[in-house]
């Protein structure tokens, strides 16, 4: 089992910059890669980034693409979301997912989800 925490969520204006953090825990040796998915109540949820442990490996959604980095620091076993020039588009509760191979954007591929963060953004 791995055990995820998100932090670092709030409430910003458009525009302003967020930093979300991923605390991975537990069996983290069996973790390869993680995502980032975001969700609006009554929509599907929606791929935002993925990074391998290594960082060789990096995926982002097209809508954040250029906007959000995605990074990790596996001496931390800890995943970070860069999100700049947030947009009201942006708001969501964001959760992180820990999968045991790349999975990029494949929700299913992810065994192990974060309880979520909240993002609110205002125009």
């Known amino acids: 089992q791995v055990q995820l925490a998100e932090s670092g969520g709030g409430s910003v204006q458009a525009g302003d910059s967020l930093r979300l953090s991923c605390a991975a825990s537990?069996?983290?040796?069996?973790?390869?890669?993680m995502g980032w998915f975001r969700q609006v109540p009554g929509k599907e949820s929606e791929f935002v980034a993925a990074?391998?442990?290594?960082?060789?490996?990096?995926l982002y959604g097209d809508s954040v693409n250029a906007r959000f980095i995605v990074s990790a620091d596996k001496g931390k076993n800890t995943a970070y979301l860069q999100m700049n020039s947030l947009k009201p588009e942006d708001m969501a509760v964001y959760y992180c997912?820990?999968?045991?191979?790349?999975?990029?954007?494949?929700?299913?591929?992810?065994?192990?989800w974060g309880q979520g963060t909240q993002v609110t953004v205002s125009a």
């Open positions: 990074i391998s442990w290594s960082g060789e490996q990096k």
């Open positions: 997912a820990s999968a045991s191979k790349w999975s990029g954007s494949y929700r299913p591929g992810y065994e192990f």
């Open positions: 537990g069996r983290t040796d069996s973790s390869y890669a």
